[in-house]
């Protein structure tokens, strides 16, 4: 079978005008960006239309390191919808870098359930992932600035300066630097650190904003540190918000593409879940709803991630509700929960596919929690057999929930026409009762011990002092109510990835807590989690290359 890049090289592409069209978009309301790419207005969104929108999330079990097939499914499911005749948008997330050349190569769905074009997407795409690098970075700049400021000095205390730089790759050399050596010329030497560019605030910020006016409000609110008798410090302290919106201005727009089928898919915004919200903007999700009947959208890693902080944060934000879930599952990650190695994943395996069955039932529960009708995209491999499906099947039967073969990646929507069907009914035939898991307006450690307990199945939280500190700082400054953002391993619903599967009898440790104060969401740091990640032993740029005629390979 062909490679997912020669699958999207082959295809015969339709100009962005086209697309537009197919969705009542004048030409004149584009701004292009080549043939085949363009920026949205956001006077594009209509509130009226977005009530008779269905939302349709997709999320998945606990992850094996390659991944589902969430972008997959999601785009196969879409092109499923618009096959059978409903009127249908994908809205996803823009792919970072550093998984990009790290692990996963390419984040724009595989085989023939892709968006495209395929290598801009999966590269430097519009630009909007380098504008909030360089809005992020831009306020770090003034901070360090303002040290060497005699004049308009605003007292800052460098050993509390909260604020990093942040680089769209994996670094881990980054991680923690020391800046400011030379000399006084070249401000005060502290230690400070890169976070990946996803997981910056700019970037929650960016998804959560819904015009320029609240950008800059929340840049405005962005806690960077203390005075040295205590008092925060803002960005709007130092007049950054208005620069860092002006370096937003196409950014905040969401992105037009298509899919191999040619029906549109809107992408924007791109946080990590595990370190961040995991959800595309609210502007792309809404701006997708006024456009269409139904709209396919992801949350990132598993349901105990990306799906808790969209059904959360996104939505009570937002004020939208979605109408359905769908959970994807594979065999061979089944597998993998069950016992088997990486590299025996292919064989055939019903009995260790059984055992595994128990992190898909606990992310079933979990969705149930929320009171929207779910079901599972079993997302097929060449080396399945039926006797595993069956087992599948069986275990989401007695949950009385459909799991559906789904032949996406093979066949693209027509492969997808079940999955299509059975969401449909679930829409119209059962009816979303969604709610979120708790109440802003909780204490932080309520909330923190909710998401644990009823999502991840802990008994018990515990905080190192660290993280006492940052409980009281929370509380001193006002900002119990915000929702939590945890950030916590994808592998495993414990704090620790080598336990897969459903551990039982575990504590989950918060070492430090982050305030993302211009998000407005408290994030909880657990385990090992690092958010300047690092590359594989093999990283996937070794693949890559390109030719005298501008052919990539190696992009996956």
Not at 17 to 40: Q, R
Not at 207 to 229: H, M, P, V, Y
Not at 271 to 280: D, L, S
């Amino acid at each position: 079978m062909l490679t997912d890049i020669e699958i999207a090289q082959k295809a015969n592409l339709q100009r962005i005008e086209k697309i537009a069209e197919k969705i009542h978009i004048p030409s004149e309301s584009l701004e292009n960006y080549g043939k085949y790419k363009a920026k949205l207005p956001l006077d594009l969104i209509d509130n009226e239309k977005i009530k008779n929108s269905k939302l349709i999330l997709v999320s998945a079990i606990s992850p094996t390191p390659a991944g589902e097939g969430k972008t997959t499914t999601s785009i196969g499911l879409s092109e499923a919808l618009n096959y059978i005749g409903k009127k249908t948008i994908v809205a996803l997330r823009e792919p970072s870098l550093g998984p990009v050349f790290g692990v996963k190569g390419g984040a724009t769905g595989g085989g023939y359930s892709q968006v495209v074009p395929m290598e801009d997407i999966n590269l430097h795409f519009t630009g909007d992932i380098s504008a909030v690098e360089k809005a992020h970075n831009l306020l770090a700049a003034l901070i360090d600035n303002n040290l060497q400021n005699k004049v308009h000095s605003l007292n800052l205390d460098p050993r509390t300066i909260l604020w990093k730089r942040v680089m769209d790759m994996n670094d881990r050399a980054l991680r923690k630097i020391i800046v400011g050596l030379g000399g006084t010329a070249n401000s005060i030497p502290r230690e400070t650190g890169f976070d990946i560019t996803v997981a910056s605030e700019v970037m929650a910020i960016l998804c959560l904003s819904q015009s320029i006016d609240e950008l800059k409000e929340r840049f405005a609110n962005i806690l960077i540190g203390f005075t040295k008798d205590k008092s925060p410090i803002y960005a709007k302290d130092l007049k950054a918000h208005g620069a860092m919106a002006v370096l937003m201005k196409d950014a905040i727009r969401p992105n037009l593409v298509q899919t191999l089928e040619g029906n549109p898919a809107i992408i924007h915004g791109g946080p990590f879940a595990n370190i961040a919200q995991g959800t595309n903007s609210v502007l792309a999700t809404k701006m997708a709803m006024s456009l269409v009947d139904y709209v396919v959208t992801e949350a990132g890693f598993g349901f105990d991630l990306g799906a808790e902080k969209f059904l959360n944060i996104k939505c009570p934000a937002a004020q939208i509700t979605p109408n359905a879930i769908v959970i994807v599952a594979t065999v061979r990650a089944l597998k993998y929960h069950g016992g088997v190695n990486l590299k025996d994943l292919k064989n055939p395996n019903p009995d260790a596919v059984l055992k595994g069955t128990v992190n898909l039932q606990k992310h079933l529960e979990n969705a149930q929690k929320y009171g929207v009708p779910t079901v599972v995209a079993i997302n097929a491999f060449p080396t399945d057999i039926t006797e595993e499906y069956a087992v599948i099947q069986e275990i989401c039967q007695k949950m009385g929930i459909k799991a559906i073969v789904s032949n996406i990646f093979a066949e693209g929507g027509k492969g997808g026409i079940d999955l299509a069907n059975e969401v449909l009914r679930l829409i119209h035939e059962e009816k979303s009762q969604y709610k979120p898991l708790y109440d802003w307006k909780n204490t932080v450690e309520n909330k923190i011990y909710t998401i644990c307990s009823e999502i991840y199945g802990a008994e018990k939280v515990n905080y190192t002092s660290q993280a006492e500190k940052d409980l009281k700082l929370i509380q001193s400054l006002g900002y119990e109510h915000f929702p939590i953002c945890m950030a916590k391993t994808q592998y495993s619903f414990s704090d620790d990835p080598k336990k897969l599967g459903r551990p039982q009898n575990f504590e989950i440790t918060v070492r430090e807590i982050a305030i993302a104060s211009g998000a407005q969401f408290i994030i909880p740091i657990t385990g090992e989690i690092m958010r300047m990640p690092g590359l594989p032993n093999v990283p996937a740029a070794e693949n890559m290359d390109i030719d005298n005629h501008g052919i990539i390979t190696g992009l996956f």
